[in-house]
């Protein structure tokens, strides 16, 4: 009987939460869900944190431009060798 009546209270809780953020989102001017992605955060940005995934295609990127494929060798020159 107590797991109802604790399970009743979280239902009504979270019920009571979204509820809280409709009203808010309506009652805005312009009102929609904040946007917390890290990229889009202009204190983030100011600081140069970056999302994991943009980090992820920056070094790659990064790393794709040090590499040479012109000077890639499968066998190695060495002279005197057969």
Known sequence: MEFLL????AVAL???AFVGL???ILIQKKGKFPNLHIGSNKHM???GI???QTFDKME???AKR????KQL????DTPGGC
């Open 14 to 16: 979270v019920a009571i």
């Open 45 to 47: 940005k100011a600081r």
């Open 66 to 69: 040090q590499l040479s494929f």
């Open 60 to 62: 790659q990127a990064k």
């Open 6 to 9: 604790v399970f009743g209270v």
């Open 73 to 76: 060798s499968l066998i190695e």
């Open 22 to 24: 409709a009203i808010r």
């Open 50 to 52: 970056t999302c994991a």
